[in-house]
């Protein structure tokens, strides 16, 4: 075998090798990744919810002749069908019992509001949630911690509230603990109702001017978000400053930084990758829009 051969030889065998190290490797990564995100163990089972919970549950997301729930597990149909006939809402559940949404349906029917409150035999995972304007639920925790994602990605300002169990490590905006005499799980007679609202996506950089005492200037904006939390630097004249007070309320947002003696207030919407809104200086108030130029993963 002459050299050229032979090196080519070694190349080949070196590159195989190299495959099947990276093949290894890149198979333990994707492993890893799955191990860490959340999973189903434990199917959740059929239990209704109170109608004590059922009227918190509604009572916390303001539930109106507006809005459209979607009811994730919907068992007898019971948060739906009580939106409809007491708040005049609309809406559907889902359940992948068939005998349970014949239930439902039937119940429904009796309480008159069937043009209103519908229920379909489907997984709650292959459920399109983008008409919601509510979201309610009683589900194990596992369920909702998987569901996480498909939440947050949801409009801003969409409400989801849930019968006992948190959504992973995601804050709820409130909860409440009620005392329910009937319930049949658990130790305590009592139901712990939590509530969300869906935040507008504000990490990132973002650009935008406003005028101060010494004329136009332009103010570039760092946020970074956890959920309904946002924190960051404004950079204003070249200057890193602090944002302070940062509030952030389905797509409302407000912060205030200081600029030598003068504070500036800021609020506004976020749609996308824009904020309009105004921002007040003392007893000046002037218009305001931001423009997102990167985008951050929370
Ligand atoms: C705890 S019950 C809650 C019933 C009702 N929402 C209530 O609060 O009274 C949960 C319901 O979720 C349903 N369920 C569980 N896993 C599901 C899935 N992957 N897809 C659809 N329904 C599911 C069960 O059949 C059950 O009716």
Redesign the pocket.
């Known amino acids: 075998m002459n050299h050229t051969k032979q090196l080519l030889q070694q190349l080949s065998m070196l590159f195989a090798g190299l495959v099947a190290v990276l093949s290894v490797s890149t198979s333990f990564a994707a492993e890893n990744v799955e191990e860490d995100a959340p999973r ?1 163990t434990e ?8 109608k004590v ?2 009227d918190t ?1 509604l009572e916390m997301a303001g539930v109106n002749s507006g809005d459209f729930l979607i ?9 739906v069908t009580t939106a409809a006939k007491e708040r005049k809402a609309r809406g559907f ?5 068939e005998r ?1 949404v014949k239930l439902a349906t039937e119940n429904a029917r009796k309480a008159g509001v069937s043009d209103r409150a519908s229920f379909f ?7 399109d949630l983008g008409s919601a304007s509510v979201i ?5 925790p596992e ?1 909702n911690a998987v569901l996480k994602p498909t939440l947050l990605a949801l409009r801003p300002g969409t409400r989801i509230v849930s ?1 006992d169990y948190g959504i992973g490590d995601w804050e709820p905006d409130a909860s409440k603990k009620i005392p329910v005499p009937e319930k049949r799980v658990g130790f305590e007679k009592a139901s712990t109702i939590l509530f969300w609202i869906v935040p507008a996506k504000v990490a990132g950089h973002w650009r935008s001017s406003v005028r101060t005492s010494s004329g136009i200037a332009d103010i570039e904006l760092m946020l970074k978000q956890k959920y309904q939390h946002f924190e960051g630097t404004a950079k204003l004249r070249g200057q890193e400053v602090a944002i302070e007070r940062p509030f952030l309320k389905a797509d409302y947002v407000s912060f205030r930084i200081q600029d030598g003696k003068d504070t500036l207030l800021f609020n506004g919407r976020v749609s996308n990758s824009r904020i309009a809104g105004e921002v007040i200086r003392g007893s000046e108030k002037m218009r305001w829009r931001a423009l997102r130029t990167e985008e951050l993963k929370e």
Do not use: A, W
């Not at 559940?93 to 019992?97: A, E, F, I, K």
């Not at 309610?136 to 194990?140: A, D, N, V």
């Open positions: 189903i199917e959740t089972p059929y239990v209704q919810s109170p919970v059922v549950m009811d994730l597990g919907s068992g007898d149909g019971r948060i559940g889902v359940d992948y019992d349970l035999e489907q997984n709650i995972f292959k459920t309610t639920m009683y589900l194990l369920y019968h």
